[in-house]
């Protein structure tokens, strides 16, 4: 989601990536806004969106449409197929217009996360032929995942269906197994490294560079980011794929420029993070 609308973009304007080798310095970059619940007011970004019309244009890439209906309540209801099927484990039902309740996704959170096997996965946020894609909700003190099932219709992204179902089904199921161990024990989370980790983030002493070096288990602590352990979202391009063995987990901030790339190779059945950039 690097770009959003046009209107807006320069409001997620994201760190610039230049190169230069030095000895890495501890960050905060995550701590501030992992786990924020959704009671923060609307923010400037967000009442922007709703005050002014989404151009059409907003509908060629699925982010920038999300980001609109996340936001704008005469739209959201526009771009939802009522009354919308909702599957759970113990049944069906359907919402009727004048049952719908806003969602607003990600929008008070201040981040949102993102989670791919490769750049090719990646690639797909800017492709523009896209019909359809999946919004989830991962919670994981209960354990289910809701996915927001939007195809495009005619030009128009609309919300067709909600689906509900447990992680254990979960395409990615061995990396949210993994993610919520890593995130809440910091013993595992060591354990969890490779010999080495890579390590990219901006130059403390020059606004314009950034610095490459290596972090090791022993220093880890002092980088060890913050990270959501309650819940996250995800957004799969197209149709879901296989989990493989890589796993790409991006956090970026809403309105502001934080950014954090953490890569993790599975080694067999263990998951291990081999980079993070910051």
């Known amino acids: 989601m690097r770009k959003v609308f046009g209107a807006f973009s320069a409001c997620l304007l994201l760190m610039c990536s230049c190169t230069g080798n030095q000895t890495p310095k501890p960050t905060a970059t995550a701590d ?45 209801k526009e771009r939802v197929v009522f009354p919308l099927k909702v599957c759970k484990a113990d049944g069906e039902e359907a919402i009727s217009k004048e049952k719908w309740e806003m969602e607003r996704f990600f929008m008070r959170q201040g981040y949102y996360t993102l989670m791919f096997n490769d750049e090719r996965q990646m690639a797909l946020m800017r492709d523009t032929s896209l019909k359809s894609a999946i919004v989830q909700k991962i919670q994981f003190r209960k354990k289910v995942i809701k996915d927001y099932m939007f195809r495009r219709i005619r030009g128009a992204w609309m919300l067709l269906e909600i689906k509900e179902s ?13 993610y919520s161990r890593f995130v809440t024990d910091s013993a595992f989370q060591r354990r969890s490294l490779s010999s080495t980790v890579a390590f990219v983030g901006p130059d403390p002493d020059d606004d314009f560079n950034q610095m490459e070096g290596m972090i090791t288990p022993d220093t880890w602590e002092a980088f060890a980011p913050k990270l959501p352990s309650k819940m996250i979202y995800n957004i799969i391009y197209g149709s879901p794929e296989p989990e493989g063995n890589k796993k790409i987990f991006i956090m970026r901030g809403i309105a502001n420029g934080l950014e954090l790339e953490l890569r993790f190779k599975k080694i067999g059945s263990r998951w291990v993070l081999t980079k993070m950039t910051t």
Do not use: G
């Not at 709703?50 to 209906?69: G, R, W």
């Open 32 to 76: 501030s806004l992992a786990d924020t619940v959704d009671s923060v007011p609307p923010d400037t970004l967000e009442q922007l969106i709703i005050d002014t019309p989404m151009p059409k244009a907003a509908d060629e890439l699925f982010d920038d449409f999300v980001f609109n209906f996340a936001a704008n309540k005469r739209l959201q």
């Open 166 to 178: 447990p992680i254990e089904e979960s395409e990615n199921v061995s990396f949210l197994r993994f």
